[in-house]
């Protein structure tokens, strides 16, 4: 186990060096310049080459990597390009939105994923597996954008439940009310994806062997499906879940712009449109990080579900 | 039973209570929500974003200022300077400070020196995006604590514009930037304004106090709130709730007509407007002959634009110069909407069957719909447009390297002539040069007359000229207007702002010391 995590650090130390080495030259070869989206659409070629200079930006690659490197290993970050505040400060005040609305809506995902894939597979072409095929594919076709702003207009403005201004704070109240209808926005969708990944992995194992021999033995159907066969069945969904949670990082940027909540994905595409290089390297270093953690968990979460896993 | 009704109506009575307490509190705190998810660097020299300028000039005072509300230069009135002279040359500039202006948080008093720092820093090419403006300064001075005076290497048409409360004319207070240095500067900036700054959290919101040691006095509202709410969707939801109390709005007209409908709100469509012009670069074939130039600008109609954008929200272009800039052309020779004539020109230019030109474009919707239009009927006099769609800020930097034949740009400057002539149509502006501002299509007609009217001491004579540049610009096809965008703005009713909203040359509402809920 030890030598398994001390291996899998390893590789992430290569794989966030690559990451980064990758952003730091793809960010610098994309069109579009820092410089004049600082200085706006009135600066004089003069100015703006005075502030590329002042930004570094003129300096050779190679001496602009370097810097950039050496920085990351001694822990500095740097300040935005545009801004001038501190990315890493920038990028702390945002992560832990980000973190809650992502386990918040993993948390009603799987609560609403997982028996909805258990019930449909069990009741395979029935009308209730019907209506949870149509409802998880409806789920998963839903442009995130469409449905919060359906949910804004139902809780916010006719039942006046919920802010529309999700980005509140102050008390656990205020907490409650503006995390809820995000993290229902973005657990609906990953519901979606739960679901489907449990029905067909439970279809899978209610096939097996062992589930007649334990029908067979006279265990109860109950125990059957939720002991013997979802414990098999969760590997896959694990599986999934590990791997959706890194994109969601990202892919909330939808949500959090509905909701007008801060996070690390519209954070990333601020950065991008105003080519804030420096704010782009610090995002990377930590959306790696997240990624190579959750990659870690899920495996870790394997050995948990299914004892005869061993991590290696 | 009993003692359960009176439980409710003690419950009932103390709802009541509360709000008929919290209905006759006044409001202090204003909300506003604006269309972008950050402000940007927040230095008054180097912001030059519509959501930064909104943001800033509530903390920043310049020496004078337009009177709020209105857009013209001839509205100028006193600010933080309470008189001014210039020679008869127009060369030397005295201004004479009020005496008492406090910076905010205890940074002491304004005096000559935090101006000539300011007005130094804006012209400094590392410390601001506006330095080019300054060009003609020859120095700044402080002949006394309270008097600054500026003298000029050449008469500039405005140089009100240059220290008024806009852009460089921003004044900040030195000791801040001697104390916090530049970078510490752009997390807390420190001016003389209204409101002064208290808090910013990124992709929420930033939050200004009142300075109640401002020289006009003490302000009414006691805070506020300027939320980024970059969804347009989310915007209006939140103030259709109650969340926001001032917006800016979708530059179209179905939110303009949707928005005007809901009760206790004032839809306020308010200069400067954007204008919307089609630069042609006349280096490149076909563009190169002008009938090729006038073909495509008799193709378009500018009537036909302003009905897709909205008749309450935009108004058709009639000169090179917008509408309300002091030099501005009401009549010029613009060539109107013939297609058979456009046809014919081709034909004429040796393209009977039709031209296929190029433009780079960004992927911002409002512009792009602009752009699909006018590629619509520009097709139907044989005129294909190909568009490239890119991302905004690649936009920028490819239009400046001179990589498209045709360019949109839509944008508002300072109100008098000199600048949009300059910046768009002289040739030290052209794009590819060192001192390239934003000349697209490489015109160079009309150099000496927006020279001469630079240095001009004359008003009249000054306007004269540029409208000879305008005729001359105009008839050379350089470039084509096609329609001016007004912004677009909501608030409640309840919300005085102290004067009536008309323009903001900083492109949002100006808040003063008597703007104040009236409930």
Partial sequence: MTAFVVKRLGFALVTLWAVLTLVFFIVRVLPGDPAQVILGDQATAGAIEAMRARLGLDRPLAVQYAEFLFGVLRGEWGVSLVTGRPVLVEVMSVLPWTIELTVAALVIGALIGIPLGVWAATNRNRLIDYVTRLASLLGLSFPAFVSGILLLIFFGIQLRWFPVISAQSGSLSAWFLSLALPALNLGLIMAAYITRVTRSAMLEVLQEDYVRTARAKGVPWRAVVWRHALRNALIPVITVVGLYLGVLIGNSVLTEIVFNRPGLGKLIVGALNQRDYTMLQGMMVIYTLVVIVVNLLTDLAYGAADPRVKLK | ?519
């Fill in chain 2, 1 to 519: 039973m009993q003692k359960r009704w009176m439980i409710t109506a003690a419950l009932a009575a103390a709802v009541g209570l509360g709000t008929a307490t919290a209905a006759s509190a006044q409001q202090t705190t204003l909300r506003v929500g604006i269309a972008s998810a950050d402000a940007g660097v927040l230095d008054p020299h180097l912001n030059s974003t519509t959501p930064g300028r909104g943001f800033l000039q509530w903390i920043f005072s310049g020496l004078v200022r337009i009177k709020p509300g209105e857009l013209s230069p001839e509205f100028m009135e006193p600010d933080l300077a309470e008189r001014w002279e210039s020679s008869a040359d127009g060369t030397v500039w005295t201004f004479h400070l009020r005496r008492g202006v406090q910076c905010h948080h205890n940074f002491g008093e304004f005096t000559a020196e935090d101006a000539v720092f300011s007005l130094n820093r804006a012209a400094t090419r590392e410390t601001s995006a506006f330095s080019s403006d300054y060009v003609a300064f020859r120095s700044v001075e402080a002949v006394d604590r309270y008097t600054v005076r500026i003298t000029l290497r050449n008469p500039i048409p405005s140089l009100l514009g240059a220290v008024m409360n806009y852009a460089g004319g921003f004044m900040v207070c030195k000791a801040a930037v001697d104390q916090m240095g530049n970078e510490g500067f752009r997390r807390r900036p420190i001016g003389t304004g209204p409101f002064a700054f208290a808090e910013y959290v990124p992709q929420q919101f930033g939050r200004l106090v009142a300075h109640d040691q401002y020289f006009r006095g003490r302000p009414q509202l006691r805070e506020v709130l300027y939320r980024f709410v970059p969804s347009d969707a989310a915007r209006d939801l939140a103030f259709q709730a109650g969340e926001i109390d001032m917006i800016y709005g979708r530059q179209d007209q179905s939110w303009f007509t949707r928005t005007q409908q809901l009760p206790n709100v004032r839809v306020v469509a308010m200069q400067p407007a954007e204008m919307s012009v089609i630069h042609l670069n006349m280096t490149m074939p076909p563009l190169n002959d002008i009938r090729v130039r006038q073909a495509i600008a008799h193709a378009v109609s500018r009537e036909q634009i302003v009905q897709l954008r909205g008749q309450s929200t935009s108004v058709a272009a009639r000169s090179v110069v917008p509408a309300g800039y002091l030099g501005h052309h009401e009549n010029a020779p613009l060539l109107p909407f013939n297609q058979q004539r456009a046809r014919q020109l081709l034909t004429e230019a040796g393209h009977p069957n039709g031209i296929t030109i190029r433009a780079i474009h960004t992927t911002l919707p409002g512009m792009m719909s602009v752009m699909e239009a006018l590629q619509a009927q520009l097709r139907r006099s044989n005129i294909n447009l190909e568009i490239t769609p890119v991302e905004h800020a690649t936009f920028h930097q490819q239009i400046r390297q001179n990589l498209s034949q045709v360019v949109h740009f839509q944008s508002a400057r300072f109100p008098v002539a000199d600048v949009y002539l300059t910046q768009f149509f002289h040739s030290r502006s052209i794009v590819g040069t060192p001192t390239a501002v934003t000349n697209f299509s490489h015109c160079r007609v009309a150099d000496q007359e927006i020279d001469a009217a630079r240095s001009e001491t004359d008003p009249r004579r000054a306007v004269e000229l540029w409208r000879t540049a305008q005729e001359k610009i105009v008839n050379e096809v350089c470039a084509f207007p096609v329609f001016e965008q007004l912004q677009l703005w909501a608030y409640r009713t309840t919300l005085d702002l102290g004067y009536e909203l008309k323009a903001s040359l900083n492109l949002a509402p100006p808040l003063l010391h008597t703007t104040r809920f009236t409930r």
